[in-house]
Antibody
Framework: EVQLVESGGVVAQPGGSLRLSCAAS????????MHWVRQAPGKGLEWVSL????????YYADSVRGRFTISRDNSKNSLYLQMNSLRTEDTALYYC??????????????WGQGTMVTVSS | SDVLTQPPSVSVAPGKTARITCGGD??????VHWYQQKPGQAPVLVMY???DRPSGIPERFSGSNSGNTATLTISRVEAGDEADYYC????????????FGGGTKLTVL
């Protein structure tokens, strides 16, 4: 079974740091582009970042560029999101998602259940 | 398209046809994907590359894209189709290439 399981979401203070992880199973992890997408409480979906299958191409949303860093470890079938300089507006459910294929523009065909990040003093 | 515009809500009676639109500047030149999200659940891909259905998605779901509007059409709407629907595009020329629309709440009357 194809599965993505996120972890690392906690309550953090503004200005703090956090690292999210996503464990992948059931597919050949290093064949696919991976993404983080977030959803603030009661709000819509917001794409956050992507990393190509080989880690060589990385993109960020304007709202997180310079503060968040996406990475992957293909030997561990894992995706990460290092979140620094946290702001209250980063409060959201963070989803790990898998691209349909190797192309960066492929849709997100598998989603985890998300991990909740709350930024509050 | 940097901005994708969806109607906040669409209402339809069971058995009728629902059309959910996604507006963007020349969106017809881009590939549009659609996601369904039910309360408390992760999104599910229901349409990709404008008009392709993933396996397991009923044939009642169809998609089109032309000009400044992409449309997700749900025929013979059922109560189980009630959900939020999001369009998404990929702009490879942008440094923030993936964009979601604001979402549309489909209510089955």
């Amino acid at each position: 079974e194809v599965q993505l399981v996120e972890s690392g979401g906690v309550v953090a203070q503004p200005g703090g740091s956090l690292r999210l992880s996503c464990a992948a199973s059931g597919f050949t992890f290093d064949d696919y582009t991976m993404h983080w997408v977030r959803q603030a409480p009661g709000k819509g979906l917001e794409w956050v970042s992507l990393i190509s299958w080989d880690g060589n191409r990385i993109y960020y949303a304007d709202s997180v560029r310079g503060r968040f860093t996406i990475s992957r470890d293909n030997s561990k079938n894992s995706l990460y999101l290092q979140m620094n300089s946290l702001r209250t507006e980063d409060t959201a459910l963070y989803y790990c998602t898998k691209g349909l294929g190797m192309e960066l523009g492929d849709p997100f065909n598998i989603w985890g259940q998300g991990t909740m990040v709350t930024v509050s003093s | 398209s940097d901005v994708l515009t969806q109607p906040p809500s669409v209402s339809v009676a069971p058995g009728k046809t629902a059309r959910i639109t996604c507006g963007g500047d020349n969106i017809g030149s881009e590939s549009v994907h659609w996601y369904q999200q039910k309360p408390g659940q992760a999104p599910v891909l229901v349409m990709y590359y404008d008009r392709d259905r993933p396996s397991g998605i009923p044939e009642r779901f169809s998609g089109s894209n032309s000009g400044n509007t992409a449309t997700l059409t749900i025929s013979r709407v059922e109560a189980g189709d009630e959900a939020d629907y999001y369009c998404q595009v990929w702009d490879g020329g942008s440094d923030h290439p993936a964009v979601f629309g604001g979402g549309t709440k489909l209510t089955v009357l």
